[in-house]
């Protein structure tokens, strides 16, 4: 098993940047990709951005591209989300997962996932 922490949630305005933090425990040996996904009230889940675990190649949603990186930090062994020039409509839960799979997008490959952070961007 693989266990997900996801921090750094919060309020913040518009124009604003943000970073989220995934801590990874457990068997992370079995770690292909880890990636963001964000949920906002009413909507599905969708993908945000991901980084391959050995690679540390990234792949981002058309929406986000430009504004976000994903990025390991080796030294904490955590996957950070770094969001930039923040807008309303980027309010969400903000979701980590990790799958055992290289296909880093879709959803439904992701196997283990944290509980989600909170961010929530004022007009």
């Known amino acids: 098993q693989v266990q997900l922490v996801e921090s750094g949630g919060g309020l913040v305005q518009a124009g604003d940047s943000l970073r989220l933090s995934c801590a990874a425990s457990?068997?992370?040996?079995?770690?292909?990709?880890v990636g963001w996904f964000r949920q906002a009230p009413g909507k599905e889940r969708e993908f945000v951005g991901a980084?391959?675990?050995?690679?540390?190649?990234?792949t981002y949603a058309d929406s986000v591209k430009g504004r976000i990186t994903v990025f390991r930090d080796y030294a904490k062994n955590t996957v950070q989300l770094q969001m930039n020039s923040l807008k309303p409509d980027d309010t969400a839960v903000y979701f980590c997962?990790?799958?055992?799979?290289?296909?880093?997008?879709?959803?439904?490959?992701?196997?283990?996932w944290g509980r989600g952070t909170q961010v929530t961007v004022s007009s």
């Open positions: 457990g068997r992370t040996f079995s770690i292909r990709a």
């Open positions: 980084v391959t675990w050995r690679e540390n190649s990234t």
């Open positions: 997962a990790a799958t055992p799979q290289y296909t880093t997008t879709w959803l439904k490959a992701y196997s283990w």
